[in-house]
């Protein structure tokens, strides 16, 4: 059996805020709902996808170029976040994404969303390691991370 949900926050693989989708009924129940990624759809729910969609255009870059900008800015160089570590280089803990949006700023980088930035696995050592910041619909920026002992 499936659910018709509107994603409130994006899902990585499912869609955007304010999207319509169908998922599996334990998938619904058990992970989106109870984490607020999603609410049930509805035929009087155009407003609320309405207003997600208008809070997303909001927040998104405001066209392609400008996007592209700021990918350029973000791609042309490296960013620095402090995590104790122990010995042989392994952190105690993970970095976040609001370390890195924030490491991003300090540098005097662009504003990043935390949301928008994806690592592929945990960072978990000391050393370089490339995120992905999803800045447009087909625009990324691949971001250089040193992580260096605080």
């Known amino acids: 059996m499936t659910t018709k949900l509107i994603l409130t926050h994006e899902v990585t693989g ?3 805020p ?9 998938y ?9 990624l999603a609410t049930g759809w509805s035929k009087g729910a155009e407003k609320e996808i309405a207003a997600i969609r208008t809070a997303r255009s909001k927040r998104a870059h405001d066209s392609v ?27 105690f803990g993970t970095v976040t994404t609001k370390e890195i949006a924030e490491a991003v700023l ?10 928008k930035i994806e690592s592929k696995q945990h960072i978990k050592t000391l050393g370089t390691h490339q995120v992905v910041v999803h800045l447009h619909e087909g625009v990324s920026a691949k971001v250089t991370v040193e992580v260096v002992p605080a």
Do not use: I
Not at 82 to 90: I, S, T, V
């Open 14 to 16: 499912l869609g955007a």
């Open 18 to 26: 304010g999207d319509v989708v169908e998922v599996k009924d334990g």
């Open 28 to 36: 619904a129940r058990n992970y989106l709902v109870p984490r607020g």
């Open 65 to 91: 170029e400008a996007a592209a900008a700021v990918r350029d800015a973000l791609e042309g160089s490296r960013y620095t976040v402090k995590a104790r570590a122990g010995a042989g280089g392994r952190l």
């Open 106 to 115: 300090a540098s005097g980088g662009p504003s990043v969303d935390r949301r």
